[in-house]
């Protein structure tokens, strides 16, 4: 079991561009999720996969940003138009099948973002 | 919605001393999670305990246990014989089963244990 795994780990940008993130979940979790971290603040929901579908995104998602999860196996968060706003850690987490054992969240180690 | 409410932005202690963070949230669901994460200062976030909401019995792991009081929607950490090790950002979450597994998170607590 290797974790979940984020790529990169820092990613310092200039306003204006574009950024996209990695996230491979753990092999047998088919429930990836995202998560945005301001410093001092606890982790807010961004969007939800249940394999490929994409479930559910939260009203903080604006319309620069997209995610996709292609064959349901790895997931890609991208910001189009980087915002100095949009700096921040940015949280992948998965999690077994629903009615397994446990509704568990697993975390990886994010990817941190400075939009200079 | 729900919200989950962490009081005591920094707490310090003493190790092998006992401490206790806390946690109060707000729903209407009678069926939930509730989990404290640690935040170390390398930032990976590390599961420390989960309590089932239909459980009346308190999550214990190891040096860690939980007081949940579901009428008081209340649920604490207790860290016992705290170790230089435990010195993180603690998180209370919330979560429903039925929401998509989505959790909702307190703003944290720091803690720091002293030599």
């Known amino acids: 079991d290797t974790g979940v795994s984020q790529d990169p780990r820092h990613k310092i940008t200039k306003r204006g561009q574009n950024v996209t993130f990695r996230c491979d979940p753990i092999s047998e979790h088919n429930r990836l999720y995202w998560y945005r971290q301001t410093l001092g603040q606890g982790p807010e929901f961004l969007t939800y996969?249940?394999?490929?579908?994409?479930?559910?995104k939260s009203r903080l998602l604006s319309n620069r940003f997209s995610a996709e999860r292609p064959k349901g196996s790895f997931s890609t968060l991208e910001i189009q138009r980087t915002e100095q706003g949009d700096s921040a850690m940015y949280l992948c987490?998965?999690?077994?099948?629903?009615?397994?054992?446990?509704?568990?969240?697993?975390f990886g180690p994010g990817t941190r973002l400075t939009v200079l | 919605a729900q919200t989950v409410t962490q009081s005591q932005p920094e707490m310090s202690v003493q190790e092998a001393e006992t401490v206790t963070l806390s946690c109060t949230y707000d729903?209407?669901?009678?069926?939930?999670?509730l989990f404290w994460y640690k935040q170390p200062p390398s930032r990976q976030m590390i599961l420390v305990i989960r309590q089932e909401a239909y459980k009346q019995q308190n999550a214990t792991e190891n040096r860690f246990s939980v007081n949940f009081q579901k009428a008081a929607k209340s649920f604490s950490l207790k860290i016992s014989d705290s170790q230089l090790g435990d010195t993180a950002m603690y998180f209370c979450?919330?979560?429903?089963?039925?929401?998509?597994?989505?959790?909702?998170f307190g703003d944290g607590t720091t803690l720091t244990v002293k030599p």
């Open positions: 987490a998965s999690s077994p099948p629903p009615g397994t054992s446990t509704d568990t969240q697993y």
């Open positions: 996969f249940q394999n490929e579908a994409q479930l559910e």
């Open positions: 729903t209407s669901e009678s069926n939930y999670y």
């Open positions: 979450a919330f979560m429903k089963p039925t929401n998509a597994g989505k959790s909702t």
